[in-house]
């Protein structure tokens, strides 16, 4: 057996039901896709797959060979965790800012990459792209043909990788077949598409972080949160011992002598509830972190997205784990 899924580029396989690139015997000769993604493909049915990878090996590794990294990032998820990954790239690498979809449009792209050049160094070149909207697909692949090779692209878990490359494969006519789906670890193994007789990229799982909230909710939950189009920030003004609760994943208690002010860039279906602290004990069992913040501060809640927070505030954060809660100057 030396099939693999063109999927998420797992070998298929016929013994072992609950391990990556399952398929039924009998349809075995005849499959594209293993089971999983076939199911993730045509039925939006879900199944989670462990992958432990090495990931900063793994960019050693590529560093060491003529291959070049195309690195994606979340922007709303853009955090001091990806100064790990970018200290190991160089001037022959790309680094993506990815879903511009879901940022409002005030905010311009070269205020996001000045404040990224700013804040991350990085050798790297740097673009801002859409991948659902396939905005700046086209100037990306002038780039990419101005300095053929191979690269592999690499990024965080639900960075977009996936469907990036698909969208880059359909903007030269042709039909991208990676799986795509808001499920951790759609790809499992290294997918290499040849675009042209000079170009080639190979996809890889995504960067498993401890700090991201995919880690702590079900399937569902993800769908549920996970922003679909460009969000409208929420503004929430809280005086001194007052809350403000978000679904039943995130609370915020100011407990500084002054209001604060927070402005939520998070999926817009968000429920924001405000009363006083002492009326409400929900998600004060969570996981808490206290942030001192001087007006000019993002509160990054990984893969849930992030609080501007544009007064000087003393506030306790609780969520699932408090590993997921970072702070960064402020992007907008």
Known sequence: ???????????????????????????YE???????????????????????????????DIRNTNAGIIYLIDILSLSYINNEYLKLLDTSDIVLLTKKDLVPKSVKDKKIIKY????????????????????????LFKELDKMPKTYYVIGQTNSGKSTFINALVSSIGRKGNITTSVLPNTTTEYIK????????????????????????????????IMPKKEIKPKIMQ???????????????????????????????????????VTTKDDLKSLPKKNINTNGKTDIVINGLGFIKVTTKSNLVIYTLDEDIISTRNKII
């Not at 030396?2 to 690139?21: D, F, H, R, V």
């Not at 045509?42 to 432990?52: A, F, N, Q, T």
């Not at 799982?205 to 769908?223: A, L, M, S």
Request: net charge positive; glycine share 4%; hydrophobic share 35%.
């Open 193 to 224: 598409i040849k675009i042209n007789e000079k170009l080639s990229i190979i996809d890889t799982p995504g960067f498993i972080e401890k700090n991201t909230i995919y880690n702590y909710i079900t399937i569902e939950k993800i769908k549920e």
């Open 1 to 27: 057996m030396n099939k693999k899924c063109i999927g998420c580029g797992a070998q298929l396989q016929y013994t072992y039901p609950s391990i990556e690139g399952y398929v039924r015997k009998e349809v």
């Open 238 to 276: 809280t005086k001194s011992g007052f809350t403000v609760i978000v679904n039943d994943i995130l609370r915020i208690d100011n407990i500084g002598k002054e209001k604060a002010n927070l402005i939520f860039y998070m999926n817009n279906n968000m429920k924001f509830t405000k009363v006083r």
């Open 116 to 139: 990224f050049k700013e804040n991350f160094k990085t050798k790297a070149n740097v673009m801002i792209i859409s991948s659902k909207k396939k905005y700046n697909i086209d100037l």
């Open 30 to 60: 005849k499959s594209k896709y293993c089971e999983r993604c076939f199911k993730i493909k045509h039925y939006g049915k879900l199944d989670v797959i462990e992958i432990k990878k090495d990931f900063l090996s793994m960019i050693r």
